[in-house]
């Protein structure tokens, strides 16, 4: 099986412009979670969608959304991006079976903002 | 909310030495999994644990969730380079997916 993709890998912003990021996690895995990892905090929870509707959200500003269409694909969103925001962005999927919930993550998708 | 502290958030160890990084939550937990990190890499899922008490050993490395479901551990023996990296435990304490991680202990191994 093909892991955990996201697009793109790499990008460069300005301060106050928007950006898009997108996942697609394993075949047949219906949730999707987004996580901000900075060196000073860590792993953020951001948001966690399951058959196209957001079940969980973290604590970040409503400037970050997120959607997740049918084919369980999903996208974050960051609007009036802020120096802050430079950080690696990780999507995770999990088949959200049985007891064990395990997270598989994607590559990233390194953020900087100038 | 939530809250779940990782201590020592950095650790550096003779090869052969043994290594073990803690995990508090703040409340108690349905379950509690754990990650490895390599430099450069994506966290890789480890394991979970799930029973209060449980230990889990898969070869050098020991996992502990504590009785009242709000501590665990994970030890290494005899620490090998190949297990340079940061170790994450992600805890649990709602339905789904609402995980919180630990800040991350990252492991030096010195040859």
């Known amino acids: 099986k093909a892991g955990v993709t996201q697009t793109p890998r790499y990008l460069i912003k300005t301060r106050g412009q928007q950006v898009t990021l997108s996942c697609s996690p394993i075949?047949?895995?219906?949730?999707v979670s987004w996580y901000q990892q900075t060196p000073g905090q860590g792993l953020q929870f951001l948001f966690e969608?399951?058959?196209?509707?957001?079940?969980n959200k973290g604590n970040f500003p409503g400037r970050f959304s997120g959607r997740q269409f049918s084919n369980s694909r999903s996208e974050m969103n960051v609007s009036t991006l802020e120096l802050g925001d430079s950080a690696l962005y990780l999507c995770?999927?999990?088949?959200?079976?049985?007891?064990?919930?395990?997270?598989?993550f994607g590559p990233g998708t390194r953020l900087t903002v100038l | 909310g939530q809250q779940v502290m990782q201590i020592p958030q950095y650790q550096h160890v003779q090869e052969g030495e043994d290594f073990t990084t803690y995990c508090n939550s703040s409340?108690?937990?349905?379950?509690i999994q754990w990650y490895k990190q390599r430099p450069g890499g994506h966290p890789v899922f480890l394991i979970q644990?799930?029973?209060?008490?449980e230990v889990k050993k898969q070869k050098r490395l020991t996992f502990q969730f504590g009785e009242a479901k709000k501590n665990s551990s994970l030890h290494i023996t005899a620490t090998q380079t190949t297990d340079v990296g940061t170790y994450f435990c992600?805890?649990?304490?709602?339905?789904?997916?609402?995980?919180?991680f630990g800040i991350g202990t990252k492991l030096q191994v010195i040859p």
């Open positions: 409340t108690t937990l349905s379950n």
């Open positions: 992600a805890g649990n304490s709602g339905g789904y997916q609402k995980v919180t």
């Open positions: 644990l799930v029973k209060s008490g």
């Open positions: 969608y399951f058959s196209e509707t957001q079940r």
């Open positions: 075949s047949g895995h219906r949730s």
């Open positions: 995770a999927s999990s088949p959200n079976r049985g007891q064990v919930n395990e997270q598989f």
